[in-house]
C-alpha cells in the first residue's frame, strides 16, 4: 500500500487566470497532510498578478451581468418609442414590468440549478456554460422582431429569460470560484473587485446610450417629442436598442476561453471529487498559470480509493445536506444571507430597474427637452451620473475597506443608513425639490453599494462548507431575485396608482417608505451572519480541524457505508 500512496500524477488545466496548486505536493502520500498543506498555499499567499487576472476574468462575467440587467430601464423607454407610437411613445405598464422582470425570473432557475451543479459536477465543468448562454441569448435578443403572430415584447420577454438563466449562473460560480482560489488576508477585497465590476457594467451601459443618442442626434431632433418619433427617427431608435442590447455580448466572448480552461479549484477536489492527485496539481497551474503534465489514471484511481479510506472530511449526499441546515446554527446562517439578500433586492433592484421613471419623476429626464434627442440625451447622462457618483464609487470603497472594516459592519451600517435616506425621501417627497431628491437617491445608490449589495454577495462564499458552499449562495442569491421581483413586480407598480396624464407616478412616495421597511428589516438578518474577515474558509465553515490536520471524529459516521452501498451524493 505504501508503494501505491507513494505513486501521485500530474494532472492537466490551469490557465494564466487560475493557477493549479496539484503538483507542488505530490511527494506527500497522506491525503489530510497534503489537504492542509495545500490549502495553507492557497490561503498564506502573497497577493500577485495572478491573483488580478482571476479577479479579472471572473468580474468580466460580471460586467457582462449588469450591463445586461441595467440597461432595460433604458431599453423598455426605446421600445415604447419604436413599437408603442399609439400610446404616446411608451410601454404599457404590465409590458414594462413584464421585461423587466423576465431576466429576474431566468436568474432565479440559474442561481439555484448552476449552484446545485456546480456542487455536484464540480466548479470547472459549469463555469463558462453559463456565459455561453448569456452571449446565444444576448445576441438573439438583439436581432428579435415581432410578427403577426408574436409581439416583439414576447419574444424580448423569451430571449431575456434564458439569458436571466446564464446570468443567475454566474452569481454562485464567479463567488465562490474566487472565494477559493483567494488568499485569506484579501479575500474579501478580491471577491469585492469582482463584484465591482457590476458597477462598471452600469457605467458602460449609460455610456453606450449617450454615444448611441449623440451618434443619432441629427434624426432624433426632428421630432418633438417620443409621442411623434416616426419615419427616420423611429429607425434611429430601433437601430439603438438592439446595438444597446447587443454590446453586451462582447466582453463575454473575451473571458470565455479563459473560463472555460481553469483547473478545478483544489478545495471542490479534495472535499468533494476527492481526488488528491489532481488538487495538487490545481493549486500548482494556479499560481504558475500553466498545465503541468498529463494525469496519470491508473495512479488517481489508486489514490482516490486511499483517500475515500483515509480523508476526513466528510462526504457530500442528500442526507448530509438535510442533516447539516437542521442544525440551528447553520439554518440561522443560511436565513441571515438569504434573508439579507432579500430584503436588499426588493428596494434595489425596484430602483435600479427604473433609474429612467425615477429620473423623469423627479423632473430631470424630460426637464427643458424640447425633442427625442433631448429626451434621450437627458436620459442618458441622468444614468451616468447616478453610475457615477453613487454606484462605482460605493462598490470601490467597498473593495478599499472590507478586509479592514469587516463585512458585518459595513452591511449593518448600509442598511442602517439606507432606512434613513428612504424615510427621509419617503415622507419628505413632496417638500424636496428635484435636486434634493437626486442627491438623496445618489446617496441611496452609493450606500446601496459600499454596504450590503457588495456583502451579501461576498458573505455567502465564504461561509458554507465546501460541498454544500455553492448550492448555498445559489439559494442565498435566489431569495435575492425573489426579492427584486417582488420589488419590481408587486410593490414599484404601486407608483403608479391614481396616475393622471399630469403625475404619471403619484405612489412613487409610498414606494419609498415600504423600501425603508425592508432596509430596517435587513438590520435584523445581518445579526445572524458571522464576521468572516481574515479567516480561512475552512475556519468559517467548521472545517478547521480538517484544514489543520487535527482530526475531529467525524460529523456523520455512516457516510463512507453510504459510498460504499453506492447511494447517490448530492
Not at 447616478?386 to 458585518?408: C, E, H, N
Amino acid at each position: 500500500m505504501a508503494e501505491r500512496e507513494s505513486k501521485v500524477a500530474k494532472t492537466a488545466g490551469g490557465n494564466n487566470a487560475f493557477h493549479n496548486f496539484h503538483n507542488d505536493f505530490t511527494h506527500i502520500a497522506d491525503p489530510n497532510e497534503r489537504r492542509r498543506l495545500a490549502l495553507a498555499e492557497i490561503d498564506k499567499a502573497p497577493f500577485g498578478w495572478y491573483h488580478v487576472r482571476a479577479c479579472v476574468v471572473a468580474g468580466v462575467g460580471f460586467f457582462t451581468d449588469s450591463y445586461d440587467i441595467f440597461v432595460v430601464s433604458m431599453l423598455t423607454i426605446m421600445l415604447g418609442i419604436v413599437y408603442y407610437g399609439d400610446s404616446k411613445g411608451k410601454l404599457p405598464t404590465s409590458s414594462d414590468n413584464a421585461v423587466k422582470l423576465s431576466t429576474s425570473a431566468g436568474t432565479v432557475i440559474g442561481q439555484l440549478g448552476f449552484g446545485m451543479l456546480a456542487d455536484m459536477v464540480g466548479r470547472k465543468r459549469m463555469y463558462g456554460l453559463e456565459l455561453i448562454v448569456i452571449i446565444f441569448a444576448t445576441l438573439a435578443q438583439a436581432l428579435s422582431s415581432g410578427s403577426p403572430a408574436c409581439s416583439i415584447i414576447g419574444v424580448i420577454i423569451f430571449w431575456r429569460v434564458l439569458m436571466g438563466v446564464g446570468i443567475g449562473g454566474d452569481y454562485p460560480l464567479s463567488s465562490i470560484i474566487t472565494s477559493e482560489f483567494a488568499t485569506t488576508r484579501w479575500r474579501g477585497a478580491m471577491m469585492g473587485a469582482v463584484f465591482a465590476m457590476q458597477g462598471i457594467g452600469q457605467l458602460v451601459g449609460a455610456l453606450v446610450m449617450l454615444f448611441l443618442t449623440l451618434g443619432f442626434k441629427n434624426q432624433l431632433k426632428g421630432s418633438a417629442d417620443i409621442a411623434h418619433c416616426t419615419g427616420t427617427c423611429q429607425v434611429a431608435v430601433d437601430k439603438m436598442w438592439r446595438t444597446l442590447v447587443g454590446f453586451g455580448a462582447v466582453p463575454a466572448c473575451i473571458a470565455l476561453y479563459y473560463r472555460l480552461t481553469i483547473p478545478e479549484t483544489p478545495r471542490y477536489t479534495f472535499d468533494v471529487a476527492r481526488d488528491v492527485e489532481k488538487a495538487d496539481d490545481d493549486v500548482k497551474a494556479y499560481v504558475n498559470g500553466k498545465a503541468e503534465g498529463k494525469p496519470d489514471e491508473v495512479a488517481r484511481a489508486e489514490a482516490q480509493v486511499v483517500a475515500r479510506e483515509n480523508l476526513q472530511v466528510p462526504k457530500a449526499s442528500f442526507r448530509d445536506f438535510c442533516r447539516h441546515y437542521s442544525q440551528l446554527k447553520n439554518f440561522l446562517l443560511i436565513l441571515g444571507t438569504a434573508g439579507s439578500w432579500f430584503c436588499l433586492d426588493v428596494a434595489y433592484y425596484g430602483l435600479s430597474l427604473n433609474n429612467g421613471t425615477i429620473l423623469e419623476a423627479i423632473g430631470y429626464s424630460t426637464k427643458n427637452a424640447n425633442n427625442v434627442y433631448e429626451f434621450l440625451y437627458n436620459t442618458a447622462v441622468g444614468n451616468v451620473i447616478i453610475v457615477l457618483a453613487g454606484a462605482v464609487p460605493g462598490y470601490w470603497v467597498s473593495v478599499a475597506t472590507i478586509d479592514t472594516f469587516g463585512r458585518k459592519p459595513i452591511q449593518l451600517m448600509g442598511f442602517t443608513i439606507l432606512t434613513i435616506l428612504f424615510i427621509v425621501m419617503g415622507f419628505a417627497y413632496h417638500k424636496l425639490s428635484s435636486n434634493g431628491l437626486l442627491a438623496i437617491y445618489v446617496l441611496a445608490q452609493f450606500f446601496f453599494n459600499f454596504g450590503p449589495n457588495t456583502t451579501t454577495f461576498i458573505v455567502p462564499g465564504e461561509v458554507f462548507p465546501t460541498r454544500y458552499r455553492s448550492t448555498s449562495h445559489g439559494i442565498s442569491a435566489a431569495s435575492g431575485k425573489i426579492g427584486s421581483i417582488i420589488g419590481q413586480g408587486a410593490i414599484s407598480t404601486l407608483r403608479t396608482h391614481g396616475a393622471t396624464a399630469d403625475n404619471a407616478a403619484p405612489w412613487l412616495d409610498h414606494v419609498l417608505e415600504i423600501y425603508a421597511l425592508f432596509m430596517l428589516l435587513g438590520c435584523f438578518t445581518t445579526l445572524l451572519i458571522p464576521e468572516t474577515a481574515r479567516k480561512t474558509l475552512e475556519e468559517l465553515s467548521g472545517e478547521d480541524d480538517y484544514a489543520t490536520g487535527t482530526h475531529a471524529p467525524r460529523s456523520i459516521d455512516d457516510e463512507e457505508s453510504n459510498v460504499a452501498k453506492g447511494e447517490p451524493q448530492a
